[in-house]
């Protein structure tokens, strides 16, 4: 089986000017690449602490983006998984049923395809031609780019797709009382140290006002960035200082810490305090999700 590791979040932007002084001076990112040729391309990919980039779109947009865009507005289009042969996963993607948005092409530091996952959402699957500088990987950073997270309309079906398509397991399952759950589901090169970050999975029924409000916007789709920080009442301070919009205040709740900013392009992010590194080594290394809060189903 073909293995695929998590490798960027591509965002649609207005203006990417603006995304990234947000992303390099309130959350202190790195820039590691820029592709620019006036009238064709322009996309920036940034990281923090973690191997997850950034990718930041520009204008112009292909058609898909451009559709796209004028649905949903700015932020989140894609999640991307690299492989080391792009024609051989393409291959089995296809074999295995999924639904093409286009087949494989060259492009800039590229071979790539995209297919849909079960919820709709555009999945890049990419071979590096020329390796990108990678992100430095540093605990010291304030922000660590942790986690995607994926509103989804059944999460134990989302987890299953995950694991049957890309080889993903679930290290982290965090179940509601009324049977919905968030969930972090490990790629294969996970190790939760030079290699943690995951995709979320967040699944009905919901629990907060903001997920309430997402579902009745989108239904399902892709909904937020996850940080780790170590504070999480100064990295609020310090994102609002820095010019960051006021949105969700500091909370307790989860057997957390955590708050909610928002980006240039208005797209939600997670302040979170770390989760623990031991127990997701130990899930990854079992197979068995560390379940924090798991009631007996009534
Ligand atoms: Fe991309
Ligand atoms: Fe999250």
Redesign the pocket.
């Known amino acids: 089986m073909i293995k695929y590791k998590l490798h960027?979040i591509?965002i649609l932007c207005e203006d990417t000017t603006a995304v990234s002084n947000f992303y390099t001076n309130v959350l202190h990112h790195e820039i590691c690449a820029k592709f620019y040729n006036r009238g064709e391309y322009d996309l920036t990919f940034l990281g923090s602490g973690s191997e997850l980039y950034l990718?930041l779109i520009g204008r112009p947009f292909s058609d898909g983006e451009q559709a796209y865009f004028e649905q949903r507005g700015p932020g989140f289009h894609?999640l991307?998984f690299e492989v080391e042969n792009a024609d051989a996963a393409f291959k089995e993607l296809k074999s295995k049923g999924l639904k093409v948005a286009w087949e494989p092409d060259d492009f800039l530091f590229v071979r790539h395809f995209g297919v849909f996952d079960d919820s709709g959402i555009l999945i890049?699957i990419l071979e590096e031609k020329e390796p990108l500088a990678k992100p430095h990987q540093t605990e010291s950073v304030e922000f660590l780019l942790h986690h995607f997270d994926i509103f989804s309309d059944d999460w134990q079906r989302t987890k299953q797709f995950y694991s049957n398509v890309f080889g993903f397991q679930s290290v982290f399952e965090y179940i509601y009382d009324q049977g919905g759950a968030f969930i972090y589901l490990a790629d294969p090169y996970f190790d939760g140290n030079q290699r943690q970050a995951v995709i979320e999975v967040i699944g009905p029924p919901y629990e907060e006002p903001r997920e309430f409000d997402f579902a009745k916007r989108f239904g399902t789709g892709m909904d937020h960035i996850g940080y780790e920080v170590k504070d999480v009442q100064q990295a609020y301070a310090s994102a609002i200082q820095r010019g960051s919009i006021e949105f969700v205040k500091p909370y307790a709740d989860y057997g957390t810490e955590m708050c909610w900013i928002q980006d240039a392009n208005g797209s939600d992010l997670e302040l979170m305090l770390p989760v623990p590194k031991k127990k997701l080594q130990a899930a990854f290394e079992s197979k068995r999700p560390y379940q924090p809060h798991n009631p007996t189903p009534k």
């Open positions: 960027h591509g990718e894609h991307a890049e």
